[in-house]
């Protein structure tokens, strides 16, 4: 069954420089009259990764060479350091990623330098990101199986996305992954 898929920014202001951030997704399937409304939240001070229905731990990186979260409901790292350059790649637990290019992203009024990232793990499971080194990983999109390219898009509802780097430059996340 193909869904509609419709962006919407919860109002819940976020705390980014205390390591929480919240991504988005709202879905109308066609056929019906049902909606959903899903957030996934993370936060680095409990390790936690949340949707609604599925509570679970995250691991994040904090002495590693990447930024990085690994738990159920979501798995990115992007290096450190934060320069990245079309073509390159890195490996993180398993996904290999791939920055294949950079484009500008209008939003909001609002435009944004970002990166489109690639992560494949095996052959019918992909994500794919939207990030800034300035605001973080702004979006993501988790498909399972090739065959259905719609997958499902999240989008950041907090002013701030996991590992922007001016947030944790001079800064550890707290707790997390040590």
């Keep these: 069954m193909k869904a509609i898929i419709i962006f919407a920014v919860s109002i819940w202001a976020s705390n980014a420089f205390a390591g ?6 709202y879905s109308m399937p066609e056929s019906s009259s049902e909606s959903g409304f899903w957030n996934i939240y993370l936060n680095d001070a409990n390790n936690a990764a949340e949707v609604p229905g599925l509570n679970g731990s995250a691991y ?9 979260i690994d738990s159920e409901v979501l798995r990115f790292a992007v290096p450190r350091e934060g320069h990245l350059a079309a073509g390159q790649e890195w490996v993180f637990k398993g996904i290999k990623y791939t920055c294949a290019s950079k484009t500008k992203l209008s939003l909001m009024g609002l435009e944004h330098e970002v990166w489109l990232i ?10 794919n990101y939207l990030y800034s080194a300035k605001y973080g990983l702004i979006a993501f999109t988790m498909i399972q199986d090739a065959s259905f390219q719609e997958g ?13 780097l001016e947030d944790y430059r001079g800064r550890q996340p707290s707790g997390a992954g040590q």
């Design 20 to 25: 929480e951030w919240i991504y988005s997704l």
């Design 60 to 68: 994040f990186c904090v002495r590693e060479k990447f930024h990085c």
């Design 118 to 127: 690639e992560g494949v793990r095996a052959k019918h499971d992909y994500a």
């Design 152 to 164: 499902e898009f999240y989008l950041l509802s907090s002013k701030k996305g996991f590992a922007a």
